[in-house]
């Protein structure tokens, strides 16, 4: 077991190369620290296994997708009720179930969780 980090220590997550660039005896990342710019980061070797977290799709409804995608094309609530001809409490209702069910709390975290990452800023 490591240490506890003393307080102001900075920490520098090294992710390894989706291409697997990485040889198979650092598969884990490399450890230690690093100094840049004058400050000291531990390195801490990110899994490389990926998360086993089911797709959202199986977990949604296909109305939950619907306001999904709605969302993640940048409309409101109040668009979504529009397009949907529902209601925006509806919408707010629907929102909720679905962060719960992905165990989410923003919109942007919904949006990343359903389709991998967020979307491209404009």
Known sequence: MRPPLTPGSHVLLILPEPSGALPPESAQGPAGELILEG??????????????????????????????????????????????????????????????????????AMVSRCFGSTPERR
């Open 39 to 108: 400050r000291r980061y531990h390195l801490v070797p990110a899994p490389t296994e990926a998360p086993t977290t089911p797709p959202a799709s199986g977990l949604l409804t296909t109305r939950e997708l619907q306001i999904v995608s709605l969302v993640a094309a940048g409309r409101v609530n109040k668009e979504i009720a529009s397009a949907l001809s529902i209601s925006v409490w509806t919408v707010s209702a629907h929102l909720r179930r679905i962060f719960a069910k992905l165990g989410v709390d923003t919109r942007a």
